[in-house]
């Protein structure tokens, strides 16, 4: 292993630990994956129990490791943190060669104030992750204003872009409250971003990597569960790393294909509805359908749009049993059509 | 093994199928926990996959079982539904003896619609169950009132009363919106009611156990976790059942103490708040720290305790590094006051 | 779930209990594997910590299940309980269509003396398990014959058409010593039989499936994966189970190929060694890489030979890194001769 | 972290590299356990596969680490190898103020040649390791002399002070033959030490850690469960590592008392029977109870009593049903003796 120690700016005092596995002839995978660890500490520190610790778990399964000590408020404030973040990942690249680093699958993990500045890695960064691992983050006014004012509630700026996300929480976690991790998770679920979350009944504020070495057993024992689980979705958003490479991705990081370059019966009913008219007139039998469903059911055909608006067009069909090859035919029309 | 059909309502065809486990004077541990399990179907049939199939996972952990099937649409209304479920407990309440089933341990665990009736039975129930487990429920106004008009959404209902919660569903269903899922846990954080969610990137509708057995490989093999991880929490919430009896519950019904008897610093500060001016007496240097913190943060003193009212007078002293003998008196204080 | 109660033979009380799962239109698998289970009880009795319990973990995998309660000390003797086992399966077999059981996929496991009798259905019955798993079995002659004389000691009788095993034994087992297992699994071993064998430091006799249900605390709680872990090998020897039918197996049953049709270089030294004129001199050029091995080292050609004989001709030339071309020529040469 | 590289012996080219876990006020633990790690590669080499991986898997549940690359057979001959650990291990206690280390917890593991030097630690060693994990080990002559002549064979030194030993191999190993684990397995069994042994029915030679990384997909990903597993077997012989210190173990390191200053119930039956007359005077109604036995079902009472002589008195007494208060009495006029 090497570690190295990069200073990022010498006067706010941040800098990150790169750690790099030992490499070898023996080994054939070619350039390996990153986790970058944001430790908590409500901008005032850098929790130990969140740092090295964190870079460890990854590091088991094949990862390069970064823990990323960003700007602390009485040396800055918003955005240095995410700045730092940028700095980071403008250093890493340079490096990816010598460090043995696959810019194309790059993970973020933070915990509480560092799952704030996680989220808007996620969220509001130039260089997104690949995916994201927020851990009993901060999201909501009431706790991030009280770490530092100015900065922003990533929930407000998730969009079709936004890194694919890892989320766990606490139930009873008595200072940042469980409706953090909830409502970042509500509007990724409005953007069509793919997310896991996982709040368990019992484990308080900082429970880090939930086994017994850092817990003193006021917690579920089932919280371990969560480090192991998330490697796994990693390798479900990412492709599984191996000895002989990257596997392929089991699961896309967004639920719909609003961001690709053509129109798709995978687009969002939402996105197909703002489209032009020559759109419109291919969807006609799916909305015909749908108001056929609607007066069934006696609903307003246009509540019943809204309903189902963040649902794909093949969703959709799915759930009126279309055949196959009607659902294809309208596939291909769409297709025709430029996503602009 | 016993297996006994009772029918509840022969016009209605609704039906209960008891599963009761081999006795033997080999076992030595007295009466067994019961699990319902409420198939799902949208109110209009009750899904094989979603019935015995559940059972057995429970029972081969010692639990007796029940499959309800409840009154469907075409033969009644709600709440004809919640009107089975209380009629089947009563059923099992007087064969409780024979049946070898404690009635301090009743679980519930319901798919779809059939979630949909379990977050009913732990809100809206007379006999609540000490546990419920909700399989992609439906929730929401849209997709309840797809299922069928006049029936109450569940989030609506929550109370301090309300049973403890376990929540599972797939980010990307294309039929019950993971939304669902979602509201009505912040409906149980609210209430201070104990709850686990777990949100899995894939899963589509109707996943059921998660196992092979029942999927097509379209989900996260991760899936097949839920049935032995509610298990276990089960076991946190009613006692783990042991060849000796039940051990003591590790994790409480609820997260505060505000329908306790007596008051305590257990109580949420929301509850204290509403009490008489001898409880403010009590609690007045707790308000005099909050209001320190509020003016050292620039926050207003009732906005502060806005943000916090949601937890324990114990919790806020942690924050707060309050020493452990002033707490004790302050609780001894708080407990010569009733609860009213 | 239909439970049917058959009597094999009213004398010797003999009887088993079949489980049959729900089947619906809903479930898409075709026919059901099945799983025998044989109770302990040193053939004076079967328990019942090892009968139903055992049955309903496999069920909530999708098998069938069968208790078979055999032949007792005191109304029969050996080999009454092995005939009970071929008389059920041949019941089972008459029975297959009706009750939905996939003949090719019949698994056995027992438990104690059940074990002893699982392993000799595993070595001794005409129609062989396709998997077998032993649980504490007995084995060896000094608690076999504490159970009842006259039996035979299973680890004779392993043969290259003995089925595959998962054993799983307490080291500190104060009733059937861990020798049993260990010794049965050489004896497996020798033959060229696939077998798991797990061994925990701390497992009293009689843990049965090994979770809390079962077990006072005298034990290691990791005594809990067996069973799911004995499913996962199931499927790895007869496929796994799926709601579209089996899956391919991804373990052979058999180390070599010795009792295929043909020679091949699948087949282990030993058989090899044992052939005609013709097989020596497609050979040749192997003996000599071995004989310069066994130059290179000191050590006797024919020393070499017996330490490797098990190793099949495939796995002996990837030791001396011969090209893949080299070993597909040898392969075709081989598989001209009929193996007789 | 911090990496120290020690060289042992500049000449034979020995050295070790310990790794230390990043320490802070935030941690309370107290000094942590270590774990060794012994690289294989047929005693020619040090596989970079089975060093640094490894030591990653055990820091990551709060071990300091230890890669120590012995001697090879170019560089020196037995002993060296060993007399390479006792060295290394001297250094460690010299540095464990300074490296955080608990001498009391020591733990090795090793792989292929690397756990044929592991399990001369366990038998060999002056400072024998608390716990020793051998992952498929080379035991036997024909590996063993294959690997380097002048070994011991680690079987043929397994005696009361052994180390509690954690044994995994492949089934289907094509290179150290299985026969290797479970000889070594059978005796500790009869030496009365503490093990645990996994065979997996498909792991070729080289598995490691045995997860994707580092494995090609030849073989069962059931194989990942085994560092895992080690993790909590470690827990359970040396004390679960903590955020607060260590727990008390749950598992002896030996079946019996047979090495404690004084006898007792807990002496297997072999040890007592070769003490002096005023023991046997003792132990008088114990034996007649195994003579009843053996006459009841017709058996000598001399080969009953080999039968079952590596089981402890207290074990028998318990087959025999005695009462608790009998058992006390025993053991209490035992521990008068000395045990010489």
């Known amino acids: ?87 980071a990942i403008e250093m890493i690249a340079a490096h990816s060669d010598e460090w043995n680093i696959d810019m194309g699958h790059i993970a973020v993990v933070g915990f509480s104030a560092g799952g704030h500045l996680a989220a808007c890695t996620a969220t509001l960064a130039k260089r997104k992750p690949q995916a994201v691992i927020c851990v009993y983050p901060a999201i909501l006014p009431d706790i991030v204003d009280m770490c530092q004012t100015g900065m922003p509630y990533p929930n407000e700026h998730v969009d079709d872009n936004t890194s694919p996300c890892y989320i766990v929480a606490g139930r009873d976690d008595g200072l940042v409250n469980v409706n953090n991790a909830m409502v970042f998770s509500q509007a ?37 569960q969560w480090v192991p689980d998330s490697i796994v979705w990693l390798g479900e958003i990412m492709g599984v ?49 749908i108001r056929a469903m609607a007066e069934a059911r006696n609903f307003s055909y246009e509540g019943l749009c809204a309903a189902i608006s963040s649902y794909t067009v093949k969703e959709i069909l799915g759930v009126f049993k279309t055949a196959p090859d009607e659902i294809l035919r309208l596939n291909e029309a769409l297709q025709q059509i430029p996503n602009i």
């Open 1 to 87: 292993m090497k570690i190295i120690e990069k200073v990022l700016n010498q006067e706010k005092d941040t800098k990150m630990t790169v750690y790099l596995n030992l490499e070898s002839p023996e080994f054939h995978h070619g350039k390996r994956p990153l986790i970058v660890v944001l430790p908590g500490g409500g901008y005032s520190f850098c929790s130990d129990r969140e740092s090295e610790l964190v870079a460890l778990q990854y590091m088991a399964a094949g990862y390069q490791a970064c823990v990323l000590r960003y700007t602390l408020k009485d040396k800055g404030s918003w955005p240095d943190p995410l700045n730092d973040y940028e700095q």
């Open 188 to 224: 990724l679920e409005k953007a069509g971003v793919t997310f896991d979350l996982h709040i368990y009944s019992r484990g308080q504020h900082g429970f880090s990597i939930g086994t017994p070495l850092i817990l003193d057993g006021e917690a579920t024992p089932r919280l371990a």
């Open 241 to 289: 790393f191996t000895d002989t490479g990257f596997k392929e991705p089991t699961i896309r990081p967004s639920l719909n294909a609003d961001a690709e370059p053509r129109l798709s019966v995978e687009c969002s009913l939402r996105h197909i509805l703002r489209q032009n008219e020559e759109t419109q007139n291919i969807m006609r039998p799916v909305y015909e359908k």
